[in-house]
């Protein structure tokens, strides 16, 4: 190739020093780097042993690419300082040609030139920082939760041993705990998907520590102060009665006012509640804390949800008592907006207003059939007034009635 200017030389010259200072840079950091000395130094399993391999492959190649470009770098200074009359040539192809030599991996006598060089080190640092960056964003997100684990782990063994439980109680446990904090230790990255941890086994693994802690310290608790903790059960299974009993009171009421929809059966959860709280004595008398424990945490939860079961299906008969009321203070004010229209002797829209208000005011009433005759009568007051309103009855402007509806009658 022909010989550059010195000029050229001199840019170039100066371009491949500053990139290789940068890759030198890089190398010193890489060895500073305390991540990648965690990371060499783990004894790493599975994808993330792997990973790590084909990076280790990038360490060595970063640093023998350099060594090699390096060299090439001092010669060419070496021959610019030179007074060689064939020193532009030799520089020239120093510079632009082939002139790095790789002694490893691309064969004997392999050559590159200095440009694809410095764009290999380039990739062989991106790669090995990207490894690290990946184990150690995977050991940020992961280490926390594997400390929350840990730390409830332990408070399982002290509670274990104060309700006098066996070291083995909990032995499945504590191997699975185990397999955890060996996969995040070693192979952090076999929970990463996608860019993503996954934590779907360690919260799984969370909530049965969690569960089991709770039922320990519900032992302890039954322990210490087992007579407060049945008699708060009583006022609560006490309060589930006093409101199935108003509720099944509501429902004789809803029955008698109301056909259809069919009111929602009200069934009685005390007994069995009772019974199962009686039978913790026979526990109790055993010792069986650990079961009692849990035990308890089955009655809470079995009370709170036949407390809101009861109270749902108060609402659901309440609300059709609602829906009557709703509906015949509607009609009412349909009738209203009629008289103030001067519709009153039409003779379809008293037919129409008629059946209604049979519909409504019969016993027990047909909530759905109501509604029907409701909307027929609705429909027709639109079309004969040529006017239009919302069908929930609410007033404005001019077509506010004179007098209020009787929205409130529930006889």
């Known amino acids: 190739m022909p010989p550059m200017?010195?000029?050229?030389?001199?840019?170039?010259?100066?371009?491949?020093?500053?990139?290789?200072?940068?890759?030198?840079?890089?190398c010193g950091d890489l060895d500073r780097d305390g991540r990648h000395r965690t990371v060499r130094s783990a004894k790493l399993v599975g994808r993330t042993r792997r990973r790590w391999e084909e990076a280790e492959v990038r360490v060595h190649s970063l640093w023998t690419v350099y060594a090699a470009l390096r060299a090439v770098v001092d010669r060419a200074r070496d021959l610019r300082a030179s007074a060689d009359p064939n020193t532009p040539s030799a520089l020239t192809r120093l510079l632009d040609g082939p002139s790095v030599a790789l002694p490893d991996g691309d064969g004997p006598g392999a050559r590159i030139t200095l440009a694809e060089a410095v764009a290999r080190a380039t990739a062989d640092h991106e790669e090995i920082t990207e490894v690290i960056s990946a184990?150690?964003?995977?050991?940020?997100?992961?280490?926390?939760?594997?400390?929350?684990?840990?730390?409830?782990?332990?408070?399982?063994?002290?509670?274990?041993?104060?309700?006098?439980?066996?070291?083995?109680?909990?032995?499945?446990?504590?191997?699975?705990?185990?397999g955890v904090d060996e996969t995040i230790h070693r192979d952090p990255l076999s929970l990463v998907v996608d860019g993503h941890v996954v934590t779907t086994q360690i919260e799984r693994l969370r909530v049965?520590?969690?569960?089991?802690?709770?039922?320990?310290?519900?032992?302890?608790?039954?322990r210490d102060s087992y007579h407060?903790?049945?008699?708060?059960?009583?006022?609560?299974?006490?309060?589930?009665?006093?409101?199935?009993?108003?509720?099944?009171?509501?429902?004789?009421?809803?029955?008698?006012?109301?056909s259809s929809p069919a009111a929602v059966d009200v069934h009685d959860p005390v007994p069995a509640l009772s019974a199962a709280v009686a039978d913790l004595d026979v526990l109790r008398a055993e010792g069986r804390w650990r079961d009692l424990g849990a035990r308890l945490g089955v009655l809470q939860r079995a009370i709170h949800d036949a407390t809101d079961d009861a109270r749902e299906r108060e609402a659901s008969l309440t609300r059709l008592l609602e829906r009557r009321a709703e509906l015949r203070g509607r009609l009412g004010s349909y009738r209203a907006r009629a008289a103030r229209l001067g519709l009153t002797g039409d003779r379809r829209l008293t037919e129409l207003h008629g059946a209604a208000h049979w519909e409504l005011w019969r016993v027990p009433c047909d909530l759905r059939a109501a509604t029907v005759s409701l909307s027929a009568y609705l429909r027709a007051l639109q079309e004969t007034s040529g006017a239009d309103f919302p069908e929930d009855g609410t007033t404005s402007g001019a077509w506010a009635p004179d007098g209020g509806s009787d929205g409130g009658v529930t006889r």
Do not use: C, Y
């Open 5 to 26: 200017s010195w000029e050229g030389i001199d840019h170039m010259l100066d371009r491949v020093r500053g990139e290789a200072d940068r890759i030198a840079l890089q």
């Open 135 to 178: 184990v150690e964003t995977a050991w940020d997100a992961l280490r926390p939760r594997l400390a929350e684990l840990e730390s409830m782990w332990s408070d399982i063994g002290t509670h274990s041993d104060m309700v006098g439980l066996p070291e083995e109680a909990h032995e499945d446990l504590r191997a699975e705990l185990a």
């Open 208 to 222: 049965l520590l969690d569960r089991t802690r709770g039922e320990l310290r519900d032992a302890l608790r039954m």
């Open 228 to 258: 407060e903790n049945v008699e708060r059960l009583r006022f609560a299974i006490d309060d589930v009665g006093r409101i199935v009993e108003r509720a099944r009171i509501l429902r004789a009421r809803v029955v008698a006012k109301v």
